[in-house]
């Protein structure tokens, strides 16, 4: 009597990927540096005091991927690269911490939704500039903040009533530029990440007082914290919500040009991953021992 496939796996086609934890700068700096504009957060994770806080995992089958785990000041952060089917390898038995800021591409989300619960999600365009491309806006100055100014930066960012707690190191270790307006901050532009060994930089924390907008001074402190950044790196990125027509137009007045877009999002993971992930992990790790990573079958 011919041997009748289970309901909930006959018919469906199988992948095998193997897992691996990566550790060698060189060879994740290979992996990431094709795609600079998009990888530029993970890049910047491997200047010396950050890489000793992330984690790195490479899945090859079918396709490969590559995802990262970092921990920085401002909390947990996942970025995903390469194949979807790949990445989803990994997450099952790597889902990370149980909450973390992503970064991703369109396509990886049904592979992370099945793992991660995502919210404030939204496609994002991703933009670059070089030093040969900038084109500084100086019709308003903006001025350099540091450390000691953290307290009038909360305040500034929580002007649309969601406080933020930004400590001095934060200010300290990135770079930060804000215009000044009788004696008051009313907008702010700094980083999510520098890496001058690198040559990346992330611009973000872009901000207004809502009193004060429409104005040019967004613009005027972005400019110059590229200025500052630029300086020091030869690629600098930021994400913008593409609906926002007068923030990209700016930015593109700057000389950022488009290049494509991301997914960003909060996630907070799964119970169900977390507590698959574990027996999954060991299991995997049992297949694939004589190959030197752990070996997780993906069903299609």
Avoid: K
């Avoid at 691996?20 to 010396?48: G, K």
């Avoid at 007045?253 to 169900?272: F, I, K, N, P």
């Amino acid at each position: 009597m011919a041997e009748r496939g289970l309901p909930w796996t006959a018919g469906r086609e199988q992948h095998e990927y193997l897992v691996r934890p990566l550790r060698d700068r060189d060879a994740i700096r290979e992996r990431l540096d094709p795609e600079r504009e998009h990888a530029a957060y993970a890049l910047a994770q491997l200047e010396p005091g950050l890489y000793e806080r992330t984690r790195w995992f490479t899945a090859e089958g079918a396709g490969r991927a590559l995802v990262t785990h970092s921990r920085g000041g401002l909390g947990e952060a996942t970025y995903i690269t390469g194949d979807a089917e790949a990445a989803r390898a990994i997450l099952s038995i790597e889902p990370g911490p149980a909450r973390s800021y992503l970064t991703c591409l369109p396509g990886h989300l049904e592979a992370v939704r099945g793992v991660f619960h995502l919210s404030n999600s939204q496609p994002m365009l991703r933009m670059s500039v070089t030093p040969r491309d900038f084109r500084p806006h100086e019709v308003v100055t903006a001025v350099r903040l540091l450390g000691i100014d953290v307290r009038r930066i909360n305040q500034l960012y929580g002007s649309d009533g969601n406080p933020t707690y930004y400590e001095a190191g934060h200010i300290d270790a990135g770079v930060y530029r804000g215009v000044v307006v009788s004696g008051r901050l009313v907008a702010i532009a700094g980083t999510h990440a520098v890496s001058p060994q690198e040559g990346v930089a992330v611009v973000g924390n872009v901000f207004t007082h809502p009193r004060q907008r429409g104005q040019g001074y967004a613009t005027a402190a972005t400019s110059a914290t590229t200025q500052a950044l630029l300086e020091r790196c030869e690629t600098v990125v930021l994400t913008v919500d593409p609906r926002n027509g007068p923030a990209v137009a700016a930015y593109r007045r700057l000389g950022y040009r488009d290049c494509g877009e991301v997914v960003e999002a909060t996630a907070t993971r799964l119970d169900s991953a977390a507590f698959l992930a574990l027996p999954r992990r060991l299991l995997a790790h049992l297949r694939g021992r004589e190959r030197g990573g752990a070996l997780v079958s993906v069903r299609l």
